[in-house]
């Protein structure tokens, strides 16, 4: 059973700094997968953030995060990580991870993402 445990989210003011982790277990250790960070704010729909391919360690990024946020995995750990710097108000959200098996393509759409964690609250104040 794979699992996903976010960890990480708090209230910062803007122009601060966090960093979030998301746990991985069930699946075998080294395997490539690729995964993403999403976000919910309240009232709107989730949308992507960021999504890293744990093979050859290729980044992506939306264009209202890029520059600000960074995505990263440890594969000794099985960690997946976003650190998110200059924070804005708007970046105010509910932030999942999730996995699939490739970012090759499509890799921004939620439904083709097969496990998702609970999620990790974010409040940046102004």
């Known amino acids: 059973q794979v699992q996903l445990v976010e960890s990480g989210g708090g209230s910062v003011q803007a122009g601060g700094s966090l960093r979030l982790s998301c746990a991985a277990s069930?699946?075998?250790?080294?395997?490539?997968?690729?995964m993403g960070w999403f976000r919910q704010a309240p009232g709107k729909e989730r949308e992507a953030v960021a999504a890293?391919?744990?093979?050859?360690?290729?980044?992506y990024y939306v264009d209202s995060v890029k520059g600000r946020f960074t995505i990263s995995h440890d594969r000794t750990k099985n960690t997946l990580y976003l650190q998110m710097i200059s924070l804005k108000p708007e970046d105010t959200a509910m932030y999942y991870c999730?996995?699939?098996?490739?970012?090759?393509?499509?890799?921004?759409?939620?439904?083709?993402?097969?496990?998702w964690g609970q999620g990790t609250q974010v409040t940046v104040s102004s």
């Open positions: 999730a996995t699939r098996a490739s970012c090759w393509a499509g890799r921004w759409s939620q439904s083709t993402y097969e496990y």
């Open positions: 890293i391919s744990t093979g050859d360690r290729s980044t």
């Open positions: 069930g699946y075998p250790y080294g395997s490539i997968r690729c």
